[in-house]
């Protein structure tokens, strides 16, 4: 059904994905949202040029249309309108639903999570643009996935080339979604569906191909302005310009290291007005970007394991959910948690390192029989005391099956009760890996406790 089911070890990777995540957002300042996981049916609508068709309608049972979510940006600027916010700075995490095919590749789903950040504002140019890309770079960097890249290009840049390359008006976006399948097909490929199915000629679609294959960074821009043929377009000079401050302000963050400006990235989705960028995993350390001389495509050496974030600048789409079509500017990026999961896993598989799926300190375990009151009443103690703790449910267990209960789900202490101990009144604190013991002196005061706190937070700290 392209969905799947996440188990205790895959929620623990997932929930330690996210912290990351969440504390990158929270570090730049954004507060979160929620919305609802359908909308109106309509307001989906139009949104996403050729991908509609991947949108889940819900069933009619009378009443207003209503389908699943596809994204959260749709749902975000729905949200700005309806409420009449003019800025706010937000994250919001949550499923999204595609009748994508899933089984395409590995980590593709028809249920997934979505992780967004986007800045809604006026602001002046490109600050809020590079602070996203600076968050894109931070996540990937702190997550450790391996070497990466950052393509950058505009709407506008690609509008302009398509006018100066003879592509007519009513053709920009169809044949958009057509470069944006670079990634993915060789040149030849893209070229033999913009002429044979989207109807271009031959000479326009060889024009285009030049373009595309150019990367490079602020010095690219600059070349570009002095381009015989791009110059002649305002557009493409705007989004040239832009591009250049962008960069300067990356530098500023730091970040220049992985980010190269790419004709070829076209991001098929309709909205975006300016800006766009796409994060890349590359393989086996730094991928070199090379072309190949003959059709000027990325050689093999620099393939790509695929997209983990994407995002752009779209200041039409609040827009056109407010009765006034008052426009709101906004940018903002979506980081591909799924692949960063299935990532994530193939890691933890491959580590010797034991992913923990509970966060229990000490187990209160018994030496002897007909303890149980007596454990039941220690450990009544450490939760009151905000102490993760566990007890078997058995009368009699035995200390053994105590104690490799403890070894297996990695809880680091044990908590030992026999007869001589209550007589002495203490308790026993075993370390689990090393063996090594310590007796508390156990009564109602929290002194002990306090120091058994110590103990366990040390304990679970050091592992």
Known sequence: TGTRDYNPKQMAIREKVFNTIIGCFKRHGAETIDTPVFELKETLTGKYGEDSKLIYDLKDQGGELLSLRYDLTVPFARYLAMNKITNIKRYHIAKVYRRDNPAMTRGRYREFYQCDFDIAGQYDAMIPDAECLKIVHEILSELDLGDFRIKVNDRRILDGMFAVCGVPDDKFRTICSTVDKLDKLPWEEVKKEMVNEKGLSEEAADQIGE??????????????????KMSQSKQACAGLSDIKLLFSYLQLFQVT????????LARGLDYYTGIIYEAVLTQAGVAPVTTDAQNGAPSEESVS?????????????????????????CVGVSIG??????????????SAEKVRTTEVQVMVASAQKNLLEEKLKLITELWNAGIKAEVMYKKNPKLLSQLQHCEESGIPLVAILGEQELKDGVVKLRVVATREEVQLIHNTHTVSL?????GC???SRGG
């Open 305 to 329: 394991v695929g997209s983990v974030a994407g995002g752009g600048r779209y200041d039409g789409l609040v827009g056109m959910f407010d009765p006034k079509g008052r426009k709101v500017p």
């Open 450 to 454: 306090r120091r058994f706190k110590c």
């Open 457 to 459: 937070n040390e304990k």
């Open 211 to 228: 373009y595309v294959s150019m990367q490079g960074g602020m010095d690219l821009a600059e070349r570009l302005l002095q381009d015989q």
């Open 337 to 350: 948690i799924e692949r960063v999961f299935s990532i994530m896993e193939q890691k933890a598989e491959a």
């Open 257 to 264: 290291d992985k980010v190269v400006f790419d004709l070829s």
